[in-house]
Every structure is written in C-alpha cells, then in structure tokens.
C-alpha cells in the first residue's frame, strides 16, 4: 500500500488530541491480492517526536502487517544508542527503530543490519521476540536442506531466548544515521544511567544510502568578516514543524567579555512556527568549561546566557541533568533558559496526557515544574552548572571586569570519552597533507 502524504495526514489527525481517531484507507493485500484496509494513526513520543503508525489487515486471507514512519524529515545528525540492560524492567522500554537503524548485540556477536527490517514501535523485549521469529521463518527449509546450518541457528535462537530472561547483563545498540530512532528513558526528567546517547555527524557514505546529496555551492565564499558583521544573511530552508519553505536569518554577533557566535532564527509563514539556535563562531577551546552560579536574588534571572549545543545544564539541588543535545544553541536569559527546560519537560511532554498518562508520573513532572518556578521566583537557593566540553558556553558576570563572587568558573582537560563526542580524537590538524 502507499501511504498518504504528511499534509493531508495533519489535516485529519491532530497528535496532541486525545480522542483522536486513526485515518482508514483501502488497500491492496500483498498476500491475496484482496482489498484490505490500512488504519494510520500519526502520534507522539514522549520526549522525542511524532510518528506514523501504519496497520494493514486483511478480511479475506486474515494477514496483517505494522511498521512505523517517521512524521518529520531526517535530522541533522544521526544518533547511536547503547543502552545496558541489567533487568527484566528493562526489556518493558519503548523503542522506535527506523528502517535506516542497525541493531547490535556484541555479547552474541549479533546484528540486524540497517534497512532489513520495516520501522517498528515496539519494546526490547519485542526486538527480540522479531529477531527470533525472523531467523525460525526458514528453519523447517534449512534443516530439511543443511541440517549442520540448521542446528547451529537454533543454538543462537536459544541464547536469544534466553536475553528476554536477563540472566546475564548485555548491551543492546541501535545506531541511526537519520536520528529518527529512540529508547525511552523511565526516569525522565532525571538523567538515565543505563542508556548513553551520542550524536554524530554523518559521512558521505551515510548521505549516500539515505539518499541524501549535498549541495554544491558555486558561488565564492565571503571572507569580508566586516561585511558579515554587519549584515543579517538569509537563506531558503524547511520549517521543522510543518515542512513548508521558509527563510532562516543568520548573523555574527561579538559577545562582550567572550567571542563571536553565529545566532540564526527561522519563522514559518505557513503555521507561525518560530525557533531560533546558537552556534560558537569560533574553534573548539583547548580546555573545557564548567560555570557554576550560585543563586541569591531575583535580579540573577536577568543575566545573559550563552549555551552552546555542547553544553550541558545541571541544578544539582534537584538531581537534575540536561543533556547537551536536548535544547540546542541558545543565547537567552538565565530565566528563559529554565522556562525553556520547563516548557521541554513540563508543558510539551506528551506524558502529561493521552494513554501515556499515569497519576504518579504526571504529578512527578507537575512538581518539577513548581520547582522551576520557585527558582525563576528566586525562592529556593540552588546552584545552575553549565558543563560545556567545547568550552564554548557563557555566563554573564554583572560585577565585569571584576570578578563575580557568586560565579565560579572553571577550566578542564576533557576525558578521552568527551574528545570521542566531539569528534576530536580522530581529528588531524598538523601535517594531513603529508602522505
């Protein structure tokens, strides 16, 4: 069957509708050749974005298929997941795989390589269940064809069965190059430390098997540095929302007592959608920085804030960490940052209703954000860290050029784990062109 365009599902489904209905299309059964009916139901995930779910069945000849789509376009970096899992809660986490995620278990040396399998919804424990189905399908052909063959997959699918009873710790994979895949994380807003996500850049050959071409841009670059200073350039892009064309604005800004930053700010036309993001204009700093400001008045709310996409946001008081990729580059206040970290776990979390709701869940997230609020009111004496590996992140002091006595600012040498995420450690600056 052929799935209808993105728009038109927009305009029959609404995601954050509660008592929202799936959109029935007749379609041809792959198996009978009869018509069936595919249902498709465009929905969110907590804390990561909306997909299509598609489900086909058949009347005639009783055969039924799901898979997933994403509902957004490709991202702008791809994402490796590696989650440890120690017990059987663990095998009850949500997990959207695209058709362009690989999934690796290294303790079997096993893996399904990418676009082998349809995008599916489903749970660890339902990776594994499909996983198995897929290697018994031919098993009855083989044994009858090379028994040896044969046997030695069905000892594997043993030793997959017996993951589900997590006997034994293991570490499960999924590497997307689109950044269409997710596990969920049961302790949001809190930090998980069984799952590690790390962003990547993607290579051409990632581009390539994605269908991606980059563009090849003839025109001279601008070296004028003063011309770019002073002028705001505008380029044609997509909106993230609704994927009309829109315009992005991109301009050069000197940060006082800091550096230079790019600021770029997108506004859709077609369904008013605005965001804006940060980017250091400069190289990645020798050493990392960690500020830390300890906060005792109000008026503290009103500093200048600079977050690079590398940073990371701490408030120790609450156990709270943000990660460095959650919220982007940022050039905000103190108090529009926590509104935003607010907003992202509070207000746009799709936990707060639908099925995903439960009493305690909501209540735990209501909290925090009574919490913040306190904060931003300046009733509750906590500290804000800002962790940035690149050392590209910015903290106004308001006693400048004088020291600040509430802020503390520190510079370290970034772990080899830290280099590896930047993209540091297989980084040649001195003598690549040498053969």
């Given amino acids: 069957f052929v799935l209808a365009p993105r728009a038109s599902l927009h305009n029959d489904i609404n995601p954050e509708d509660e008592d929202q209905q799936p959109t029935v299309i007749e379609s041809l059964c792959m198996n009978c050749y009869e018509n069936g009916s ?40 791809g994402v490796l997941y590696t989650l440890q899992v120690k017990t059987k809660e663990d095998m009850n986490r949500e997990v959207v795989k695209s058709d362009s995620a690989s999934t690796r278990i290294p303790q079997l040396d096993f893996e399904i390589p990418a676009f082998t399998q349809k995008g599916s919804l489903s749970t660890i424990e339902g990776l594994l269940d499909r996983a198995v189905a897929g290697l ?34 293991f570490t499960l994979i999924i590497d997307d190059p689109s950044g269409n895949s997710f596990i969920e994380n049961p302790s949001a807003p809190q930090k998980d430390t069984a ?5 990547y850049k993607r290579m051409p050959e990632h581009n390539a098997v994605l269908g991606i071409e980059e563009e090849e841009d003839d025109k001279k ?101 943000l990660g460095m990729a959650a919220l982007g580059g940022k050039f905000t206040t103190l108090e529009g940052l926590l509104k935003d970290i607010k907003d992202l776990i509070v207000s746009k979390n799709p936990f707060m209703c639908g099925d995903s709701s439960t009493a305690d869940r909501a209540e735990k997230l209501e909290l925090f954000g009574q919490t913040i609020d306190k904060i931003i009111a300046g009733e509750m004496d906590v500290h804000i860290i800002l962790d940035d590996p690149a050392g590209n992140s910015y903290l106004q002091n308001v006693y400048a050029p004088d020291p600040d006595p509430e802020m503390k600012i520190e510079k370290y040498t970034r772990t080899f784990e830290q280099n590896e995420d930047l993209g540091l450690n297989d980084m040649k600056t001195e003598g690549y062109a040498e053969k």
């Fill in 195 to 199: 799952l590690t996500v790390t962003h």
């Fill in 221 to 321: 670059p601008v070296n004028d540095l003063d011309t770019m200073r002073n002028e705001v350039l505008v380029f044609n892009t997509n909106c993230p929302e609704c994927n009309a064309p829109a315009n992005t604005n991109m301009k050069l800004v000197q940060i006082p007592h800091f550096k230079e930053v790019i600021i770029m700010a997108t506004n859709c036309d077609s369904c008013r959608h605005r965001t804006n993001e940060v980017k250091s204009g400069g190289a990645t700093e020798e050493l990392g920085t960690r500020i830390t400001l300890h906060l005792t008045d109000p008026s503290d709310m009103s500093r200048d804030l600079l977050k690079s996409e590398t940073c990371s946001v701490l408030i120790p008081e609450l156990e709270f960490e």
């Fill in 136 to 169: 018994e399908q031919d098993q009855p052909i083989r044994k009858a064809t090379d028994p040896a063959v044969a046997e030695k997959i069905e000892k594997f699918i043993e030793r997959l069965k017996k993951l589900k009873e997590v006997e034994e710790e």
């Fill in 38 to 77: 595919t249902r498709l139901l465009l929905t969110k995930i907590p804390f990561f974005k909306e997909i299509i779910i598609s489900s086909f069945t058949c009347p005639h000849c009783n055969w039924t298929n799901t898979e997933i789509q994403s509902a957004g376009r490709i991202q702008e970096q």
